[in-house]
């Protein structure tokens, strides 16, 4: 069973750069048929796509994160991670990876793991 | 930018019909996908591709697609829905990846 785990500092100064790794296991990160995203969520808020990751490297970013989010794969450790810097008091959230699957007009994630929270104070 | 529009809340008794809508003006085109978020839990896949259901989802909950409005129903709400929904799809580009701003599901 695919299983997803995020991990990270909890804790980021003000304009400094968050940092988290997600592990796959149950799965291959090299699957062709899936693609690995980053989704955030405010607390009390909505759910923000961040970006996401192909194996290959490809990448699809928010529009409006791109300018601050960097999201890489390491297939060798089955793992993928996000790098969001100079974060500010909008950034603090939970933030979940997530396994995307796509159809024939839209990608979507299908699987999640339990989520991180992450608090921006200096 | 693009956005999906889901109202605030939606309150039924137990065993009622719940229908929660999302309207999007690229729905037409592009399937549109539901999840279910419990409290302090991550969101699980309930509906994709407008109507079909992941396995073990049970089979109270239907999705539908009309126009520029897609609809989660859930036939004989049960208290165990209670929850947040929301739903999910692309603009017409695929640029934008955007939940809509989710529902409060009350079932009591």
């Known amino acids: 069973q695919l299983q997803l785990q995020e991990s990270g500092l909890g804790l980021v100064k003000p304009s400094e750069t968050l940092s988290l790794t997600c592990t796959v296991s149950g799965g291959s990160i090299s699957d062709s048929s899936y693609y690995w995203a980053w989704i955030r969520q405010p607390p009390g808020k909505g759910l923000e796509w961040i970006g996401s990751i192909y194996y290959t490297g490809s990448t699809y970013y928010n529009p409006s994160l791109k300018s601050r989010v960097t999201i890489s794969v390491d297939t060798s450790k089955n793992q993928f991670s996000l790098k969001l810097i100079s974060v500010t008091a909008a950034d603090p959230a939970v933030y979940y990876c997530?396994?995307?699957?796509?159809?024939?007009?839209?990608?979507?994630?299908?699987?999640w793991g339990q989520g991180t929270l992450v608090t921006v104070s200096s | 930018s693009y956005e999906l529009t889901q109202p605030p809340s939606v309150s039924v008794s137990p065993g009622q019909t719940a229908r929660i809508t999302c309207s999007g003006d690229?729905?037409?085109?592009?399937?549109a996908y539901w999840y279910q978020q419990k409290s302090g839990q991550a969101p699980v896949l309930v509906i994709y591709?407008?109507?079909k259901r992941p396995s073990g989802i049970p089979e109270r909950f239907s999705g539908s697609r009309s126009g520029t409005m897609a609809t989660l129903t859930i036939s004989g709400a049960q208290v165990e829905d209670e929850a947040d929904y929301y739903c999910?799809?692309?603009?017409?580009?695929?640029?934008?990846?955007?939940f809509g701003g989710g529902t409060k599901l009350t079932v009591l």
């Open positions: 591709e407008d109507s």
């Open positions: 997530a396994r995307g699957n796509c159809s024939s007009t839209t990608c979507y994630p299908d699987s």
């Open positions: 690229a729905l037409p085109k592009r399937y």
């Open positions: 999910y799809s692309t603009d017409n580009s695929g640029h934008y990846r955007v």
